[in-house]
């Protein structure tokens, strides 16, 4: 049974910076990519970044990009997303997600396992 945990979210202020972690089990880490995925009350689920298999490609939503960083240790199996120059609009929940490709993509319905989400709130 796969499971993946969250960690590492919280209240910060506007400007800070915020280190998710998802610790996974279940099944070989170091097959399947990665993803990251912030969702609002009421709005659809967004990707945020997702990452392959051997971490050579990652890739990052329009609000993200420059801000945010996603990573893999496929060692500990775990994948993390480091949130700097936080704003108040990226308060949201964050759910870490896992496909059953290497590939890496943000599309939320190729991903077959998901965390239980971690609240994040940056106040301004």
């Known amino acids: 049974q796969v499971q993946l945990v969250e960690s590492g979210g919280g209240l910060v202020q506007a400007g800070g910076s915020l280190r998710l972690s998802c610790a996974a089990s279940?099944?070989?880490?170091?097959?399947?990519?990665m993803g990251w995925f912030r969702q609002a009350p009421g709005k659809e689920r967004e990707g945020v970044a997702s990452i392959s298999v051997s971490a050579g490609s990652t890739a990052y939503g329009d609000t993200e990009k420059g801000r945010f960083t996603i990573s893999r240790d496929n060692a500990k199996n775990t994948v993390y997303l480091n949130m700097n120059s936080l704003k108040p609009e990226d308060t949201d929940v964050y759910y870490c997600a896992q496909t059953d490709s290497k590939i890496s993509t943000r599309i939320p319905s190729l991903y077959v396992y998901w965390g239980q989400g971690t609240q994040d709130t940056v106040s301004s």
């Open positions: 279940g099944r070989t880490f170091s097959s399947y990519a």
